[in-house]
């Protein structure tokens, strides 16, 4: 069993950058390949960033060069840097990771962009 916990959402301007946290449980983190996922209203949930064990990070198209993941294994704490936001990256952000064939998911962190 893996929890996961999100923090770091709000509402931001146009432009503005957030940073978004999620804290793993467990002993094993810096086993886990981590994703974030975003699911915006009416919207099926997609991936936006990985990241693996050993650090290689991959990116949706639409956020490629604003945003990034990374991770602090001492800390079991996986982060994406959102910088230029726009209001089309409003939506409720979820961590996720699969751990020996399940899947496990945050409670999700709501980001909305708006002036």
């Known amino acids: 069993q893996v929890q996961l916990v999100e923090s770091g959402g709000g509402l931001v301007q146009p432009g503005g950058s957030l940073k978004l946290a999620c804290s793993a449980s467990?002993?094993?983190?810096?086993?886990?390949?981590m994703s974030w996922f975003r699911q915006a209203p009416g919207k099926q949930r997609v991936l936006v960033a990985g990241?693996?064990?050993?650090?290689?990070?991959n990116y949706a198209d639409s956020v490629k060069g604003r945003f990034t993941i990374s991770r602090d294994n001492a800390k079991n704490t996986v982060y994406l840097q959102m910088n230029t936001l726009e209001p089309e990256d409003t939506a409720v952000y979820y961590c996720?990771?699969?751990?020996?064939?399940?899947?496990?998911w945050g409670q999700g962190t709501q980001v909305t962009v708006s002036s």
């Open positions: 996720a990771t699969v751990v020996v064939g399940n899947v496990y």
């Open positions: 467990g002993s094993r983190f810096n086993l886990y390949g």
């Open positions: 990241i693996s064990s050993g650090g290689n990070t």
